[in-house]
C-alpha cells in the first residue's frame, strides 16, 4: 500500500493505492482519492494525517517524537570508528599477537585495549595520549570504559619493552616487543606471498617537546626544520602492495647513509627472506652501501636513486650519453591520465643506469626557472647585496669585479640538463621500464610519512622514556596498517573513496539511547560522506535504526 500522485488535467490528486498480483501480472486498487496535493500541502492537512498515522506505527513515532525533541536522551556515543576498525584489528590478527604476548604478564588492566584505543584515537583526531583519554568519553569503544592515562603510558612502554634476553641491536637500538609483533604479523600472511621481491624503504625525523628519551633524543639532521629541538630518525619498509611490513627507530644524530645496510640485515633475519629488491631515494646511498651491496652473499639487489649533480659520472656520463630514449608512458590526454614518461639504459664499465624524463617536469622546471630569473633581473637593478642569503637565487649568481654579484650564465646553462630528469642505478635483472616504473612506487612511501605526520600527527613526542617513545611511534605503524587494509579492500570492491570523508563519515555515524514513554531506546543516525564505503568494504553489519532495550 502506498501514496500515489495521479495528474488529472492541470491539477495533481493525492491516491491511496494498493498493489495485488492476480497471476502473472500486477493489479494496483485505488482504496481512495484524498484530494489535490496543492491544496492538502496548503492547509496542513496532509501532514496532519501523516502525524495521526504515526500513533499506531511505534517505529516512526518515536523517529518523529526525537525529531521533535520530545524524548529523553540519556547518552550519546559515536560508534562508527569501532564499528569498521574493530573488525579489522581482529581481522588483522593484531588483537591476537598482543594477547598472546601478555598471557604471562600480570597487568591488572586490558593492555591490549589500552593499545587499540591509542591506534583508533591515531586514525580519527591524533594527538597525544592524554588527548586520547578524553576523546574516548563519546565513543563505543568495549572494553576501554576503565582505562585511565597512567594505563595508556604503561602500555606504551609494553610495546617499546626491551626482550629479554637482549637480542641484537640496530644502530643503538635494542630488540623490543614491538619487534615480536611485527614479525607474527608479518608471518600471518606469509602464506599471501611466498617471498617479499620489493622492499621500499625511507626515514623521516619527528622532533620532540623537551628532551626526549635517554638515548632516542638526539639533535641532528631535522627534515621537520627544526633543528633547535631533540629528535629521532623513523624508518619504514613497505612490500611491493603497499603493506607496513616494520619501522624502525634510531637516535636523531642517525645519518640516513648509515641506515639502509642495516635495514637490509634486519629484514632477513628478522622475516627469514633470502632474496630482496631494496628501492630507496638517493639520500640513503653512499659508495660503502653499494660495495657492501655487492660484496654480500649472496649480493644484495638494488634500485637506487643517485645524486645527478654530486656524482661526476653521472653528470657527465651518464647524462650525456647519446643513448635513444624509449616512450614508456605517452603525454597525458586527460588530467587523470599517468604522468609521461620516457627511459634510456646506460652502463658505465658495469655500472647501470636508468635514465628517467618527465616532459611536463621539463616544462615546468624550465618555466619556473625563467620566472626567477626575470625577478632576478628586476631584482639586479635594485641592488645585490639582499639575493645572496636566497638559496633560489644563489645558483644562478657569480662574484664579478669589486664585490658585485650577476647573472652567472654556464650555471644557467647546466642547469637546463636536469630539467625534467632523474637518474636510477640498479643491479637487478629489470628491464630499464619496471626499474623506472619501480622507483616511482617509492612515493607511496614518501606517503605514509606525510601521512603520519599530517592525519597520524605522530610529531611532535612529549614522552620522556626510551620504551614510551617506541610504543609512541609504533601504535602510528598499527594505526597505518590498518588504513591500509581497509584502503585496499575498497580498491578491491572497486569502490570509490577519499580517505578524509570515510574519516568523517564514520566519526559522524552515532548512537542515541533515549527514553521514551517510559521504555528505552537506541536510535542509530544514517551514514553519511563516505563512511557506507569502508562498511561494505569490511563487511560489517549495521545496527538497526532502531532497537528497544531493556532498562
Known amino acids: 500500500m502506498f501514496f500515489r500522485v495521479k495528474s488529472v488535467g492541470s491539477h495533481r490528486y493525492l491516491q491511496i493505492v494498493h498493489s495485488t498480483r492476480q497471476g502473472q501480472k500486477v493489479r494496483q486498487q485505488v482504496f481512495g482519492t484524498l484530494g489535490r496535493l496543492d491544496k492538502l500541502k496548503a492547509s496542513g492537512q496532509l501532514e496532519a494525517l501523516i502525524r495521526s498515522g504515526l500513533r499506531h506505527c511505534e517505529k516512526f513515532a518515536l523517529i518523529d517524537a526525537h525529531a521533535a525533541g ?5 547518552r550519546v556515543l559515536r560508534i562508527g570508528p569501532e564499528l569498521v576498525f574493530g573488525r579489522l584489528w581482529q581481522e588483522s590478527g593484531i588483537h591476537e599477537v598482543v594477547g598472546s604476548l601478555l598471557v604471562t604478564r600480570g597487568y591488572e588492566f586490558d593492555v591490549e585495549r589500552a593499545v587499540y584505543l591509542t591506534v583508533l584515537h591515531r586514525l580519527f583526531a591524533s594527538g597525544s595520549d592524554r588527548a586520547a583519554e578524553r ?73 620532540f617537546e623537551g628532551r626526549g628519551g635517554k638515548s632516542i633524543g638526539k639533535r641532528g639532521h631535522s627534515k621537520d626544520h627544526r633543528p633547535d629541538l631533540c629528535q629521532m630518525v623513523v624508518g619504514m619498509a613497505l612490500d611491493v602492495e603497499g603493506r607496513p611490513i616494520c619501522c624502525e627507530m634510531w637516535p636523531g644524530n642517525t645519518a640516513d647513509v648509515k641506515t639502509l645496510l642495516v635495514v637490509v640485515k634486519r629484514l632477513k633475519e628478522r622475516f627469514r627472506l633470502r632474496e630482496i629488491t631494496v628501492v630507496a631515494d638517493r639520500g640513503m646511498v653512499s659508495q660503502a652501501t653499494l660495495q657492501a651491496f655487492e660484496q654480500s652473499d649472496p649480493p644484495v639487489r638494488y634500485i637506487l636513486g ?49 635514465v628517467c624524463l618527465n616532459e611536463e617536469e621539463r616544462r615546468k622546471d624550465a618555466h619556473d626557472r625563467e620566472a626567477i630569473l ?96 617506541r610504543g ?34 564514520l566519526d559522524a555515524l552515532q548512537q542515541v539511547e533515549a527514553n521514551f514513554q517510559g521504555r528505552c531506546f537506541l536510535l542509530r543516525s544514517q551514514l553519511t560522506a563516505h563512511a557506507s564505503q569502508a562498511v561494505r568494504a569490511t563487511g560489517v553489519a549495521l545496527p538497526p535504526t532502531l532497537r528497544e532495550i531493556p532498562r
Open 472 to 505: 609512541h611511534v609504533f601504535c602510528s605503524f598499527l594505526a597505518l596498517l590498518l588504513k591500509q587494509q581497509l584502503e585496499s579492500r575498497m580498491k578491491q570492491a572497486a569502490l570509490q573513496w577519499e580517505w578524509k570523508e570515510v574519516i568523517r563519515g
Open 306 to 354: 643517485v645524486r645527478m649533480r654530486r656524482q661526476k659520472e653521472v653528470s657527465t656520463a651518464v647524462l650525456g650519453s647519446r643513448a635513444r630514449w624509449f616512450e614508456s608512458v605517452p603525454e597525458r590526454s586527460n588530467a587523470k591520465d599517468p604522468a609521461p614518461l620516457k627511459v634510456k639504459e646506460v652502463w658505465i664499465k658495469e655500472r647501470r643506469y636508468i
Open 374 to 469: 626575470a625577478h632576478l633581473k628586476e631584482q639586479l637593478r635594485r641592488g645585490d647585496k639582499s639575493l645572496v642569503g636566497n638559496k633560489g637565487y644563489r645558483r644562478y649568481l657569480k662574484l664579478q669585479g669589486s664585490g658585485h654579484f650577476t647573472i652567472d650564465e654556464k650555471q644557467l646553462k647546466a642547469e637546463q640538463r636536469y630539467d625534467g630528469i632523474w637518474v636510477l642505478r640498479t643491479n637487478t635483472d629489470y628491464n630499464k621500464e619496471t626499474v623506472a616504473h619501480v622507483y616511482k612506487s617509492l612515493w607511496v612511501v614518501e606517503d605514509i610519512f606525510r601521512t603520519t605526520k599530517s592525519i597520524l600527527e605522530t610529531r611532535p613526542i612529549y614522552h620522556k622514556r626510551d620504551e614510551t617513545i
Open 135 to 207: 576523546w574516548r568519553e563519546n565513543y563505543l569503544i568495549p572494553g576501554t570504559e576503565a582505562l585511565n592515562l597512567h594505563h595508556l603510558y604503561r602500555a606504551m612502554a609494553f610495546l617499546g619493552a626491551e626482550v629479554k634476553p637482549k637480542g641484537p641491536q640496530s644502530l643503538g637500538t635494542p630488540r623490543c616487543l614491538k619487534d615480536l609483533i611485527e614479525e607474527e604479523l608479518f608471518e600471518r600472511r606469509r602464506d599471501l606471498f611466498t617471498e617479499v621481491d620489493l622492499v621500499f624503504f625511507d626515514t623521516t625525523s619527528l622532533y
Open 70 to 74: 520530545e524524548t529523553e536522551p540519556v
